[in-house]
């Protein structure tokens, strides 16, 4: 059997026969006859030129096939085939094609995704997202216009807020999206660096709304080895980053770990750290929209409240847009305190909102917060008579479950 | 990479290095504010403080060019963007074929060309004009939202024109810059140029009509202005015409709900005969019959744009290279069309016949034709909507004598079958084939505004997708107060 493809489509129903694809196409996969504008499979590299211009969205769709459909059979459709769901793209890493496009970026945010059990599916109120709108061959230039210490002068954990121009060029992001940073310079055996994910702590409108920038949560990685204090190169670079500087960025990444736009829906957020970012964004995208219908729930951990990313700003938000669980787990008159605990101590309440359809859950974070917070979940799930691992599948299929650790 | 780049740093947004330019920026900063003035007094009426999800371009680049956001429209930033320029390109037709593509006007030229371009840009002011009423009676939020990007791109649009008339045509392109903000859609003492661009737009049916049918006279004739031999012109209308497909979505989609709405109604109440209009129409859908009436008339006002069907300004114009034909780089043929012919439907001795014209004269018919095949396309596409819903109706284009005020049919008393008349026999029988003043009365009186988000006129069905596919209740225009 012939490995199944990503075949790139136009949904005769919605297009308009509008020519901008085709006259956009710089590689001329689009042609065309008197009824129908089709992709030739032959021709298409996906890069996504022709989807932002196309003032339908018939442009954007796709289908796993073992055969690519012919040019003969799209000319003739009245509407696009159903997909076989059979097919996945399971040959290549799951869900690579989707998510980035780009194969060292894909295996990054499978790795991530892995925490999930299976293949990850967005929320089905989410928006499409842009992705691999600029590559390691091509990045956006980004300039920082701010880079600000979010943790206590008193700590050694350096956790940061750096805010990214973009400038005249447009770099389209949603909450939950990943953006590349690609370090200067070549590594120990003069190869280039690798590329490494940051989340976007911003709304989909910008850090500054209508600024065309975003904002970016980086802790300074640090590891002591045999009395030799090493840091990481990627981190130690954002962090060091000046107000004025320029940085390479790839991206946007990341199809399956959004918010949903629904804003009946209920987000349950799990994170510790810099995981943090993506619920940043989510919560102040509803924020901005005064979006309060819908409840937002934040269990967020962290060694002490002075090096919890955004701890005064979070205290300001109102409990009707959402409701905080901070714990610590260094506090000196206080037993130590992990999000898992905290999630059993509210089981009754986070086990409600799991009995919901429109519930949506997120884990972000170190990968080793995982299997606390899974067994946590088992525990009170059964306390309340559900099935945690059932559970998880179905919301996962249904585009409500997300993990993405590292 | 510096050319695509728009700077947002200027009062206005452009990517053709504007302020590099002292004299060209003054001259635009000198007409802004009357052009702020024209749109706040002649554009959306009562919507100017509304916030509208609309779409703005940031960059000609396809990859970002277009960013979705709320504006209030007069704070829409209306720039100047060219499609990127074309290394080494070369005039593609007449008797200059071949040369470099012109950077500067040629001096034999000026004329011709700030003519094309005037009247190219009287028709961009000119819809907003006639669509400012229509916001108060919109079926939908997300139908006001696309009536305003329709509205705020066909400004822009005038920009791009504005643009080409100041900066290369100093005082005259100054003062017909002026003008265009002068003339008045459908007013007795300074009218429009054209004449379709003078008859009201009254409600949201003619809106889609016009925009399905009319606005695609404006794609095919950017088509042929973005062959020009001028780069300038050729890489401003380039651009121009990304955003002239979504007016031509509006349009063609608009009316696809519509008819869809109507099959529904009629399934749902069991009426299986279309043209059981009473009934029809007391379910308060429009019923297919008088769509297909509105079609027609809006189809033969937009023909009369075309000109007349064998025209020297046309053959001048092209053999200038100033304007080219449809796709002119797609043509099998030498582009110069010395001693070719093209066959021209004419009315003689009693009979429709096809006459061989020299073609370059015949330019004006051959782009018409291009017109009849590329509006049919949209016809084809309501004819599955009926046939999918099992309803016995099919649309038609009406033949190209029908009623036509312009060209070598004018006044001829032809039916949409194509079948000539006695103009007595043609009057007794008018509204069978265009909309009677009943007719308009009907659908003059469904126009009642929607403006819960999620929520559709009980005449039009909602769109398959959101825009910037937002979801289906998604508040695309916050109203204020």
Redesign the interface.
């Known amino acids: 059997m012939t490995t199944p493809i990503r075949q790139h489509l136009i949904d005769p129903e919605i297009c308009i026969r509008c020519n901008t694809c085709e006259e956009t196409c710089p590689i001329n996969a689009v042609t065309h006859n008197e009824d129908n504008y089709v992709v030739d499979p032959a021709i298409c590299n996906a890069c996504l030129d022709c989807i932002s211009p196309c003032p339908t969205g018939a442009i954007d769709n796709w289908r796993i096939v073992s055969t690519p459909y012919s040019l003969e059979e799209q000319f003739e459709w009245d509407e696009l085939p159903e997909e076989d769901e059979n097919l996945t793209l399971e040959e290549t890493a799951p869900g690579a094609v989707e998510e980035a496009l780009e194969d060292e970026v894909s295996r990054l945010l499978a790795e991530a995704h892995a925490g999930l059990g299976g293949k990850s599916k967005p929320p089905a109120s989410a928006s499409t997202p842009y992705v691999n709108l600029y590559t390691r061959g091509e990045p956006a230039v980004a300039k920082v216009a701010g880079n600000f210490r979010l943790t206590d002068g008193t700590t050694d954990s350096d956790i940061r807020h750096i805010v990214l121009d973009f400038g005249s060029h447009s770099f389209p992001v949603l909450e939950g999206q990943s953006i590349g940073i690609v370090p200067p310079g070549v590594d120990a055996k003069g190869r280039p660096h690798h590329v490494r994910l940051y989340s976007v702590a911003s709304p989909r409108d910008g850090e500054r709304p209508n600024h065309n920038n975003l904002s970016l949560t980086v802790k300074r990685d640090v590891a002591v080895v045999e009395g030799v204090r090493h840091e990481g190169v990627a981190s130690s670079y954002l962090c060091d980053l000046k107000k004025g500087d320029e940085v390479k960025v790839t991206g946007p990444f990341g199809t399956s770990f959004l918010m949903p736009n629904d804003p009946e829906a209920n987000i349950i957020m799990v994170c510790t750290g810099t995981g943090s970012a993506p619920f940043r964004a989510m919560t102040e995208r509803r924020r901005r929209r005064r979006e309060t219908r819908g409840t937002l729930l934040l269990f967020f951990g962290a060694r002490t409240p002075g090096e919890l990313p955004y701890f005064g700003p979070l205290m300001k938000l109102p409990d009707r847009l959402i409701r905080k669980e901070l714990c610590f787990s260094r506090l000196d008159d206080q037993p130590k305190e992990y999000v898992q605990d905290r999630m059993r101590k509210k089981g009754d309440g986070v086990a409600a909102l799991l009995g919901e359809q429109k519930t949506h859950l997120y884990v972000c974070g170190l990968k080793g917060m995982e299997s606390g917070v899974t067994e946590a979940l088992e525990s009170l799930c059964r306390e309340a008579g559900l099935d945690w691992k059932s559970l998880a599948e179905r919301m996962r299929d249904e585009g409500r479950y997300h993990v993405e650790t590292y | 990479m510096d050319s695509i ?4 740093d200027d009062l206005i947004p452009n990517n053709v290095n504007l302020s590099g330019d002292r004299r060209l920026q003054r001259a635009l900063e000198g007409w802004h504010p009357g052009y702020i003035d024209w749109w706040n007094s002649m554009g959306p009426d009562g919507f100017q403080e509304a916030d509208v999800y609309l779409r703005t371009a ?2 000609v ?7 979705f ?1 709320y504006v209030k429209m007069p704070e829409y930033r209306w720039g100047i963007l060219l499609a990127p320029a074309e290394e080494g390109r070369t005039i593609p037709f007449g008797q200059h074929k071949g040369e470099p593509a012109w950077q500067e006007v040629p001096g034999e030229y000026r004329a011709m060309l700030r003519r094309l371009l005037v009247v190219q840009g009287d028709t961009e002011p000119a819809s907003v004009e006639q669509q400012r009423h229509l916001g108060k009676t919109c079926p939908s939020l997300y139908d006001l939202r696309n009536l305003f990007q329709v509205n705020v791109e066909e400004g822009r649009h005038l920009w791009a024109m504005v643009y080409l008339l100041q900066k290369y045509f100093g005082r005259d392109g100054r003062e017909e810059a002026e003008g265009l903000l002068t003339r008045r859609s459908g007013d007795a003492d300074r009218p429009r140029i054209l004449g379709a661009f003078n008859e009201a737009t009254p409600d949201w049916l003619s809106f889609f009509m016009f925009t399905y049918f009319t606005d695609r006279d404006g ?1 095919m004739q950017l088509e042929a202005l973005a062959q020009s031999g001028f780069d300038p012109l050729s890489r401003t209308t ?1 651009f121009m ?2 955003e ?3 007016h ?2 509006v349009g ?2 608009g009316i696809s709900r519509i008819v869809q709405r109507t099959c529904e109604a009629m399934k749902e109440a069991g009426i299986e005969d279309p043209t059981d209009v009473d009934p029809i129409r007391a379910l308060g859908v429009i019923d297919l019959p008088t769509l297909q009436r509105k079609a027609n008339f809006h189809y033969a006002v937009t023909l009369d744009l075309f000109g007349a069907e064998v025209s020297t300004n046309a053959a001048n114009a092209f053999n200038a290279g100033l304007k080219g034909r449809f796709q002119e780089t797609k043509i099998d043929d030498d582009h110069q069309l010395t001693g070719d012919t093209y066959p021209v439907l004419r009315f003689e001795g009693g009979a429709f016949k096809t006459v061989e014209e020299p073609a370059l004269s015949a330019l004006n018919a051959r782009l018409r034709d291009d017109y009849e ?2 509006a049919a ?2 016809l ?2 309501w004819n ?1 909507v009926i046939q999918k819903a099992g309803v016995d109706f099919a649309f038609s284009l009406p033949h190209v004598a029908f009623n036509r005020q312009v060209g070598a049919f004018r006044d001829l008393p032809a039916t949409p079958d194509g079948e000539v008349l006695s103009r007595e026999a043609w009057d007794k029988r008018r509204d069978e084939w265009l909309p009677s003043d009943d007719d308009l009365a009907f659908v003059n009186s469904l126009m009642e505004p929607v403006q819960e988000p999620g929520g559709y006129a009980p005449w039009i069905a909602a769109p ?2 959101g825009i ?4 289906g209740d ?1 508040e695309y225009v916050r109203l204020k107060g």
Not at chain 2, 5 to 8: L, M, Q, R
Not at chain 2, 62 to 67: E, I, L, S, T, V
Not at chain 2, 468 to 471: E, H, K, M, R
Request: hydrophobic share 30%; net charge positive.
């Open positions: 780049a728009v700077s947002y940031v960059s680049d396809p990859k970002g060019w277009a960013k956001g794609k380039r015409l990304t002239e497909a979504h031509m979505f063609e989609s095949r590329d396309g949209g084809k596409r599955k398959k997708v910037d596919n937002q979801p998604f």
